[in-house]
C-alpha cells in the first residue's frame, strides 16, 4: 500500500509480465525486434535512472520482479497478464506457465491470467478448461490481432470467439482482457479496431472487458464503445508513464477516459518490466489535471485515484481491501450522458 | 533543371506525402533518412519509430513516396526503400513492382487499404475540425452559433487550410459556401448537437496528436535524432 499526505491508496497493478525475451529464447529476427521495442518505449518514456540495461531488461530474475513489484513498487496485489508469442520464441516469451511457476513461488501475491485463441477450435476448449483448472483462472488476456498460419488475426465477434467465450461463463472466468494496442499487427486490418468489442460486450453482459492500453491511440473509438457498454472497462497500461515524458497529454487522455466512461471503470497498470510501478504510482497519486484543463475535465479527488489505483481492479477480481484504504460507496453513476457535458470543448 | 532544383522539389513533394495515421508529413516527423539525387536518379530512405510500425501504414508511405516523387518534373528512376522494419523486403519489393498492398503479401493481406486510408482520412477531418472550432470558441463563439458558419467565416489560418485539404482529399463539400460543422459524410450538424460532434471531435484530436508525440519520442529513442518531442497543447 501506499500513503502520501492521510491518504491510503491499496494498489492492484493489473497488467505485469515475467518474460524472457533474451537471444537465447529468441526464435528469430521477430523475437529479436520485439523485444527491442519493448525496449524502446522502456527507453522513451521512463525517467532518468530507471533505465535498465537491455541485457536486464529482456530476461530479469523472480527476485528483481518480486522486490520491484511489491518492497519498492507499492504493489499490493499484481495480475500476469501471459503473452505468449510461440512464433517468435522459442519457449514462448511470457506464457501462464512461466507467470505461474512464480506466483506458486511467492504466495498471495500475484493473480495467474489464462489466454485462449478461438482458431484452436474444440481442442482449444478442452485446454482453456484444463488451464482454468490448473490455475484457478479469473481472467484471460487475448490478441485478436496475432497471426496464426494464414489466418492474420480475428475477431471476438466470430462464432468461435462466443464459444470460448460462453467457455469463460462457464469456467467462472469473467475478465476478459483485450490487447488492442501496438507490436502486434494485424496485416491489413487496424490493430486497434475496437468494434468487435461492441457486440460481444453487448452479447455477454456478464463479462468484463477491460481494453488493454484503453484503445490507444484510437482513444475515441474505445470511449465511444465504453460510453454504451457499461462491461467495458479501460486498462491504462502504455498510457501511465505519459505522466511522466507528457503530463500534458496525460491528463488529456485521462480527462477524456473520465468524461466518457467514468472513475469506475479505469485500472491502473505498469506493464513492468516495460515501465516500474514505484515512479508510476508516486506520480499518479501526486498528480492534478493542470489548471487551465480543470474547467473542462475537473480535478482529481484521492477518491478517484484509489478507485483507478487499485480498488476497480479489486472489484474485478474479488480482492479484499484493507478498511483503511476504502472509499466511501456511491452509487453508481456514469456520470453525464454524452453530449451533455457543457459545451465548451476545449 | 539542376540537381539542387529537382532536391528542393523532390523534398517538397515528400513533405505532401502524410503518415496516415498521425497525418503529418513524414518529412516533419523524420521519417526521411535520407535523399539522394543524382541527375533524374532520386534514391529516398525511410525509417519509421518501430520494427514492428503497422505494415498498412508503412506501406501506404513508401507507395506514396514513390509516387510523389515520380511526379517532380525532371525525375524519371526512383528508389524508395523503407529500413530497419519487420516487413521491409516484402514492401520494398511489393512497392517497386507496383503489386499493390495485396500483392506484396500475397498469402497474407486480405485486400488493398482504400477503406483504411479513408478511415484515417475521415478522422484526420475530424480532429482539424476540432482545432478549428477550438479556436472559434476560444475567441467567444457560443456553441451552437458555430452551426450557422461557413468555411468563408474563418480567418485565414493553417487550420483552415488543413481543413479544406481535408475536405477536398475526401470529396465533402470544401467551397467557401459549404458549412463548417459537418459529419463524416459532409451533412450539416444542427444547432444541439454541435457540442457533442465537437466533445467527439476533441477526443480524436487528443488521440491523433498524443500518438504523434509518442512516435516522435520513439523515433528520437530508436535513432537518436534530433526530433523535437517538446510538449504542445
Redesign the interface.
Given at each position: 500500500m501506499y500513503t502520501k499526505d492521510g491518504e491510503t491508496y491499496f494498489v492492484v497493478d493489473s497488467h505485469v509480465h515475467a518474460w524472457d525475451g533474451s537471444p537465447a529464447n529468441q526464435a528469430n529476427r521477430y523475437g529479436k525486434g520485439f523485444i527491442e521495442c519493448f525496449y524502446d518505449y522502456h527507453r522513451s518514456l521512463s525517467p532518468e535512472g530507471w533505465v535498465w540495461p537491455l541485457e536486464k531488461f529482456e530476461k530479469y530474475s523472480d527476485e528483481t520482479l518480486v522486490r520491484d513489484l511489491f518492497d519498492e513498487g507499492y504493489v499490493d496485489k499484481a495480475i500476469f497478464q501471459p503473452t505468449y508469442l510461440t512464433d517468435f520464441y522459442v519457449n514462448g516469451f511470457n506464457t501462464t506457465e512461466q507467470d505461474g511457476r512464480v506466483a506458486e513461488k511467492y504466495p498471495g501475491k500475484f493473480i495467474v491470467n489464462g489466454s485462449f485463441d478461438p482458431r484452436d477450435g474444440e481442442s482449444g476448449l478442452d485446454a482453456l478448461e484444463m488451464l482454468a483448472h490448473r490455475w484457478n483462472l479469473k481472467g484471460v488476456k487475448l490478441y485478436t490481432a496475432e497471426w496464426k498460419g494464414i489466418s492474420k488475426g480475428w475477431k471476438l465477434s466470430d462464432p468461435w470467439a462466443y464459444r470460448y467465450l460462453e467457455k469463460c461463463e462457464e469456467l467462472g472466468i469473467r475478465n476478459i482482457h483485450v490487447h488492442k494496442g501496438p507490436t502486434i499487427y494485424p496485416l491489413n486490418r487496424d490493430a486497434f479496431d475496437v468494434a468487435d468489442v461492441d457486440d460481444a460486450a453487448t452479447a455477454f453482459p456478464d463479462l468484463r472487458f477491460i481494453i488493454e492500453h484503453c484503445g490507444l491511440p484510437r482513444l475515441e473509438d474505445f470511449c465511444w464503445i465504453a460510453t454504451q457498454e457499461p462491461n467495458v472497462y479501460g486498462g491504462l497500461a502504455v498510457a501511465m508513464p505519459f505522466i511522466h515524458t507528457r503530463p500534458r497529454y496525460f491528463a488529456q487522455v485521462l480527462g477524456e477516459l473520465l468524461y466518457w466512461l467514468d472513475e469506475n471503470r479505469l485500472t491502473f497498470a505498469s506493464d513492468y518490466a516495460i515501465w516500474h510501478p514505484k515512479w508510476l504510482v508516486e506520480k499518479f497519486v501526486d498528480f492534478q489535471i493542470p489548471e487551465d484543463m480543470q474547467a473542462e475535465y475537473g480535478v482529481l479527488t484521492p477518491e478517484i485515484k484509489k478507485k483507478i489505483l487499485g480498488l476497480n481492479a479489486a472489484k474485478l477480481y474479488d480482492l479484499d481491501v484493507p478498511d483503511a484504504a476504502k472509499v466511501r460507496e456511491e452509487p453508481a453513476d456514469s456520470g453525464a450522458a454524452v453530449g451533455s457535458a457543457p459545451a465548451v470543448p476545449a | 533543371m539542376t540537381t539542387t532544383a529537382v532536391s528542393a522539389e523532390v523534398w517538397d513533394a515528400l513533405g505532401r506525402v502524410r503518415d496516415p495515421?498521425l497525418d503529418e508529413p513524414i518529412t516533419d516527423l523524420g521519417f526521411v533518412h535520407e535523399l539522394t539525387v543524382a541527375g533524374s536518379e532520386v534514391r529516398a530512405r525511410l525509417r519509421l519509430?518501430?520494427?514492428?510500425c503497422?505494415?498498412?501504414f508503412a506501406y501506404l508511405m513508401v507507395a506514396d513516396a514513390v509516387d510523389a516523387i515520380r511526379a517532380v518534373p525532371g525525375v524519371e528512376t526512383v528508389e524508395v526503400r523503407l529500413e530497419d522494419h519487420?516487413a521491409a523486403e516484402e514492401i520494398n519489393a511489393g512497392v517497386a513492382a507496383g503489386a499493390g498492398?495485396?500483392g506484396s503479401?500475397p498469402?497474407?493481406?486480405?485486400?488493398?487499404?482504400d477503406e483504411?486510408r479513408r478511415?484515417f482520412r475521415r478522422?484526420a477531418h475530424t480532429a482539424c475540425l476540432?482545432r478549428v472550432?477550438?479556436r472559434l470558441?476560444a475567441e467567444g463563439w457560443q456553441?451552437?452559433a458555430l452551426a450557422g458558419l461557413r468555411l468563408a467565416d474563418l480567418p485565414e489560418s493553417v487550420e483552415r487550410e488543413s481543413l479544406v485539404r481535408r475536405r477536398e482529399e475526401l470529396g465533402l463539400p470544401a467551397t467557401p459556401d459549404a458549412p463548417l460543422v459537418v459529419d463524416d459524410d459532409g451533412r450539416p450538424v444542427v444547432p444541439g448537437?454541435?457540442?457533442?460532434r465537437?466533445?467527439?471531435?476533441?477526443?480524436?484530436r487528443?488521440?491523433?496528436?498524443?500518438?504523434a508525440?509518442?512516435c516522435r519520442?520513439?523515433l528520437?529513442?530508436?535513432y537518436g535524432a534530433s526530433n523535437n518531442?517538446e510538449?504542445r497543447?
Amino acid at each position: 500500500m501506499y500513503t502520501k499526505d492521510g491518504e491510503t491508496y491499496f494498489v492492484v497493478d493489473s497488467h505485469v509480465h515475467a518474460w524472457d525475451g533474451s537471444p537465447a529464447n529468441q526464435a528469430n529476427r521477430y523475437g529479436k525486434g520485439f523485444i527491442e521495442c519493448f525496449y524502446d518505449y522502456h527507453r522513451s518514456l521512463s525517467p532518468e535512472g530507471w533505465v535498465w540495461p537491455l541485457e536486464k531488461f529482456e530476461k530479469y530474475s523472480d527476485e528483481t520482479l518480486v522486490r520491484d513489484l511489491f518492497d519498492e513498487g507499492y504493489v499490493d496485489k499484481a495480475i500476469f497478464q501471459p503473452t505468449y508469442l510461440t512464433d517468435f520464441y522459442v519457449n514462448g516469451f511470457n506464457t501462464t506457465e512461466q507467470d505461474g511457476r512464480v506466483a506458486e513461488k511467492y504466495p498471495g501475491k500475484f493473480i495467474v491470467n489464462g489466454s485462449f485463441d478461438p482458431r484452436d477450435g474444440e481442442s482449444g476448449l478442452d485446454a482453456l478448461e484444463m488451464l482454468a483448472h490448473r490455475w484457478n483462472l479469473k481472467g484471460v488476456k487475448l490478441y485478436t490481432a496475432e497471426w496464426k498460419g494464414i489466418s492474420k488475426g480475428w475477431k471476438l465477434s466470430d462464432p468461435w470467439a462466443y464459444r470460448y467465450l460462453e467457455k469463460c461463463e462457464e469456467l467462472g472466468i469473467r475478465n476478459i482482457h483485450v490487447h488492442k494496442g501496438p507490436t502486434i499487427y494485424p496485416l491489413n486490418r487496424d490493430a486497434f479496431d475496437v468494434a468487435d468489442v461492441d457486440d460481444a460486450a453487448t452479447a455477454f453482459p456478464d463479462l468484463r472487458f477491460i481494453i488493454e492500453h484503453c484503445g490507444l491511440p484510437r482513444l475515441e473509438d474505445f470511449c465511444w464503445i465504453a460510453t454504451q457498454e457499461p462491461n467495458v472497462y479501460g486498462g491504462l497500461a502504455v498510457a501511465m508513464p505519459f505522466i511522466h515524458t507528457r503530463p500534458r497529454y496525460f491528463a488529456q487522455v485521462l480527462g477524456e477516459l473520465l468524461y466518457w466512461l467514468d472513475e469506475n471503470r479505469l485500472t491502473f497498470a505498469s506493464d513492468y518490466a516495460i515501465w516500474h510501478p514505484k515512479w508510476l504510482v508516486e506520480k499518479f497519486v501526486d498528480f492534478q489535471i493542470p489548471e487551465d484543463m480543470q474547467a473542462e475535465y475537473g480535478v482529481l479527488t484521492p477518491e478517484i485515484k484509489k478507485k483507478i489505483l487499485g480498488l476497480n481492479a479489486a472489484k474485478l477480481y474479488d480482492l479484499d481491501v484493507p478498511d483503511a484504504a476504502k472509499v466511501r460507496e456511491e452509487p453508481a453513476d456514469s456520470g453525464a450522458a454524452v453530449g451533455s457535458a457543457p459545451a465548451v470543448p476545449a | 533543371m539542376t540537381t539542387t532544383a529537382v532536391s528542393a522539389e523532390v523534398w517538397d513533394a515528400l513533405g505532401r506525402v502524410r503518415d496516415p495515421e498521425l497525418d503529418e508529413p513524414i518529412t516533419d516527423l523524420g521519417f526521411v533518412h535520407e535523399l539522394t539525387v543524382a541527375g533524374s536518379e532520386v534514391r529516398a530512405r525511410l525509417r519509421l519509430p518501430t520494427y514492428f510500425c503497422a505494415p498498412n501504414f508503412a506501406y501506404l508511405m513508401v507507395a506514396d513516396a514513390v509516387d510523389a516523387i515520380r511526379a517532380v518534373p525532371g525525375v524519371e528512376t526512383v528508389e524508395v526503400r523503407l529500413e530497419d522494419h519487420f516487413a521491409a523486403e516484402e514492401i520494398n519489393a511489393g512497392v517497386a513492382a507496383g503489386a499493390g498492398f495485396a500483392g506484396s503479401f500475397p498469402a497474407e493481406a486480405a485486400g488493398e487499404l482504400d477503406e483504411l486510408r479513408r478511415t484515417f482520412r475521415r478522422k484526420a477531418h475530424t480532429a482539424c475540425l476540432a482545432r478549428v472550432c477550438r479556436r472559434l470558441l476560444a475567441e467567444g463563439w457560443q456553441v451552437d452559433a458555430l452551426a450557422g458558419l461557413r468555411l468563408a467565416d474563418l480567418p485565414e489560418s493553417v487550420e483552415r487550410e488543413s481543413l479544406v485539404r481535408r475536405r477536398e482529399e475526401l470529396g465533402l463539400p470544401a467551397t467557401p459556401d459549404a458549412p463548417l460543422v459537418v459529419d463524416d459524410d459532409g451533412r450539416p450538424v444542427v444547432p444541439g448537437k454541435v457540442a457533442e460532434r465537437l466533445r467527439f471531435a476533441q477526443a480524436v484530436r487528443v488521440s491523433i496528436d498524443g500518438n504523434a508525440g509518442f512516435c516522435r519520442g520513439l523515433l528520437k529513442t530508436r535513432y537518436g535524432a534530433s526530433n523535437n518531442t517538446e510538449e504542445r497543447g
